[in-house]
């Protein structure tokens, strides 16, 4: 389906009009008219981009502005941003390599911070036998911050099993909680508190924060060192009036998480809940088992977020629930969730 303006709640198809659903615009700011304002705005301060590296002799105020906002916002000492959550991931897995004896994932995690011979953290759902032996290693364990498919924070309670001959360094991907979970959407990154030596924080802003861009975030010694490699000082940065975008937007971001919490709360009051879909009130993507249910939903003219991670995988059917929706688009899409799950 090919559309000719941006998805926001309500998408037009072959000059149709659908409720729309999907996306991952979770605070709705690509079409919000005070944050575009503000685009706007730094568009014309800093132009349309910034094609420099960031160790030039000419330095930027807006990457000091939006940094520290986003340091601050996700509780980390110190972060810094790049074009892309991709390459977030990448260049935090470069400078990790050559500090690692061995990786180990969580769940299937994003392409962002895959890695090469990484073990799991699980086999047969036990915590992996090579985490609790004696042998003094220095391990990193890569995981999403919300795993795919499901609606809550990633347990990080196995943490405490691992063998303190470990040396552990947890990479989180919050592209997908960042802006979204905790108080005014913090994220989970400052509310991890294991025995572990480092935790990094990777993420897109181009989800939940509107703006194309990716940061990390950890300790300043960390991100000094991801600042000095060769990949990060050969690219240029995210652009300019973006991240200065990303401070002056502090307060619309405030206002549209509570906007989205709000629809949330609405949700939860009135859907019946049975095993045809996975929702939480805390978060804004709801899964769907039956396929039938996907049809009902588009002869209603709704239509849900759709496609496939991997060529060969099955499709992933989800609700994505914005700070745009109304009260009336609520209504529409949990009255046929609620009549189809009546039948069973």
Request: aromatic share 10%; proline share 3%; glycine share 6%.
């Amino acid at each position: 389906m090919i559309v000719e303006k941006f998805p926001d709640r309500i998408i037009e198809i072959d000059q149709k009009q659908y409720l729309y659903f999907g996306g991952t615009a979770y605070l709705g700011l690509p079409t919000n008219t005070a944050f575009r304002d503000l685009v706007i705005q730094n568009i014309l301060n800093w132009g349309t981009t910034y094609g420099s590296s960031r160790t030039a002799n000419i330095q930027l105020t807006a990457y000091n502005a939006g940094e520290s906002f986003l340091a601050s916002h996700i509780g980390s000492e110190s972060s810094v941003t790049v074009s892309s959550g991709m390459l977030a991931g990448k260049l935090v897995l470069e400078k990790l390599k050559k500090q690692t004896d061995y990786f180990y994932h969580l769940n299937e995690i994003h392409s962002a911070i895959q890695m090469e011979n990484s073990f799991p953290v699980f086999v047969n759902e036990k915590l992996n036998e090579r985490l609790l032996d004696s042998k003094s290693e220095k391990i990193t364990i890569l995981t999403d911050g919300v795993p795919s498919f499901q609606t809550k924070p990633v347990d990080l309670s196995f943490l405490k099993q691992i063998s303190n001959q470990k040396e552990i360094t947890l990479v989180v991907d919050e592209s997908h909680s960042l802006g979204i979970i905790g108080k005014n959407g913090t994220g989970i990154y400052s509310l991890i508190d294991f025995p572990i030596k480092r935790k990094i924080l990777v993420s897109s802003l181009g989800k939940a924060f509107g703006l194309t861009g990716g940061v990390i975030a950890s300790d300043s010694e960390f991100i000094k060192e991801i600042k000095e490699i060769e990949t990060f000082t050969s690219a240029a940065g995210m652009n300019p009036a973006f991240v200065q975008t990303l401070f002056d937007a502090s307060e619309i971001y405030k206002i549209q998480h509570q906007k989205l919490k709000d629809n949330l709360s609405y949700i939860d009051s009135i859907l019946i809940k049975n095993k045809n879909v996975k929702f939480d009130a805390d978060y804004p993507l709801i899964y769907l088992l039956p396929k039938e249910l996907i049809s009902k939903l588009k002869n209603e003219n709704i239509i849900i977020a759709s496609f496939k991670y991997t060529k060969e995988a099955e499709p992933l059917n989800r609700i994505v629930v914005t700070a745009n929706h109304t009260k009336e688009d609520l209504d529409k899409l949990v009255g046929v969730l609620n009549e189809f799950n009546s039948q069973f």
